[in-house]
Structure formats: structure tokens, C-alpha cells
């Protein structure tokens, strides 16, 4: 599955910062000040003509801190925890309730929580994954390792080995699926929730790829 522009990182909501402590709250508006920058940076100048010494200029950071948050660039617009909420509800669903179906929920409900509120840095990070070869590179390994934790998570999951070859193609197709929603999403003026396209793509998948 693709890093959210997935993401699914997803910034804390106003309530989950409520219950941090001030060290934690200052954190995270340090790494949300430093993407911000980033964001209005690369939208004025372009991506390959703005630097990390320019992003901490506008942050009002030093270059050492954006590299105590972010290993590099392309890690400011996607650095994303997908796979830690997914997994957690994916554990937490019924023992008996088939794997895709499993997924396909917890990937939907991680993910409904904070859409709406951030909507808008999905949609400014998917624009710039279509435009920046570096990011769409970073993209897909990201999505490379999400689909690896996914699938030792469905293994644990189903009694099987986390090698087995049936999960892999299963979630390969579920993170080809994910992309052209997302694709979808960002290239038809974003019609209706992303939550709901997501679905749909889910649904094709979980019907056996009938068209």
C-alpha cells in the first residue's frame, strides 16, 4: 500500500495534542512548521531548486533540527506511519473474518479519523509525488516495506508463514489497487471522499478482480 500522501504523517488533530505533554506538543508543531515550509518553499520555487537550508530558514530552524525529524528532503512531504494503525486494527479484528475483508477495514478506519481534517496536505503531497521522480521513488519503497509489515501482520493473523507467496501477490495487488485510488482521487478534481474510493477499489479486489 502506498505511503499516505497515504500517510497516511498523519499530524496529530487538535484533541490528540490536547492529551500530549508540552515536550510532545512542541514536537510536532516543530515538524508540522517544518513541512508548511517545505510545502510554500516548493510551490513558489519548484521542488529541486529549494533546499533544506532554505526549509529551515523558513521554519525558523536550524538544518540539524529538520535532520532530528526528517532523514532527508523527500521525507518532509512523505514520512508517514501508515502501517503502525493499520496493523494495530488489523490484530484487533474478528479471528474469523477473511483477511482481505480484515484489511480493507482497518486500512479505511485508520485512515477516516484524520482525512477530512487534512484533506487539503494529502492533496498538496499526491501533487507533488505525480511531479517529483524523487518522491515517487521514495514513494514505492516506502510502499514496499509497509506491504512486507502488512503482510507478517496477516501471517500472524492467519497461522501462516510470513513468506508465503499467496499473501504477496494479495497485498501487491491491494497496494496497485491503493495507488490508482489515490491517483483517481488526486486526477478527477478529488470527486467525493477519499475514504470512498478507496473502497471501491478494495471492493474490486475482494470480488476476485471482476469487472
Do not use: C
Not at 526549509?55 to 525558523?60: Q, R, V
Not at 514513494?139 to 514496499?144: F, I, N, R, S, T
Not at 506491504?147 to 501487491?172: C, F, N, P, T, Y
Amino acid at each position: 500500500m502506498p505511503t499516505m500522501p497515504p500517510g497516511p504523517a498523519s499530524p496529530a488533530t487538535a484533541t490528540s495534542q490536547a492529551n500530549l505533554g508540552l515536550r510532545a506538543r512542541k514536537k510536532l508543531r516543530t515538524r508540522q512548521a517544518i513541512r508548511e515550509a517545505a510545502y510554500r518553499l516548493i510551490e513558489e520555487q519548484g521542488y529541486d531548486n529549494t533546499t533544506i537550508e532554505q526549509i529551515a530558514a523558513a521554519a525558523e530552524v536550524s538544518p540539524s533540527t529538520i535532520f532530528r525529524y526528517f532523514a532527508s528532503k523527500e521525507h518532509i512531504i512523505l514520512t508517514a506511519d501508515f502501517a503502525g494503525p493499520v496493523i494495530e486494527l488489523l490484530l484487533a479484528r474478528p479471528a474469523d473474518e477473511p483477511p482481505l475483508i480484515a484489511l480493507r477495514r482497518a486500512a479505511t478506519e485508520s485512515l477516516r479519523p484524520v482525512y477530512r481534517e487534512f484533506e487539503v496536505e494529502f492533496a498538496r503531497r499526491l501533487k507533488l509525488v505525480r511531479e517529483v521522480p524523487a518522491l515517487r521513488a521514495q514513494m514505492y519503497e516506502a510502499q514496499g516495506r509497509l506491504v512486507e509489515a502488512v503482510s507478517m501482520a496477516l501471517a500472524k493473523r492467519a497461522g501462516r508463514q510470513e513468506d508465503d507467496i499467496e499473501l504477496r501477490i494479495a497485498l501487491g495487488a491491494l497496494a496497485g489497487a491503493l495507488t490508482q485510488a489515490l491517483y483517481a482521487w488526486g486526477d478527477h478534481g478529488r470527486p467525493g471522499e477519499l475514504v470512498e474510493i478507496i473502497e471501491r477499489a478494495l471492493a474490486v479486489l475482494q470480488r476476485g478482480l471482476t469487472l
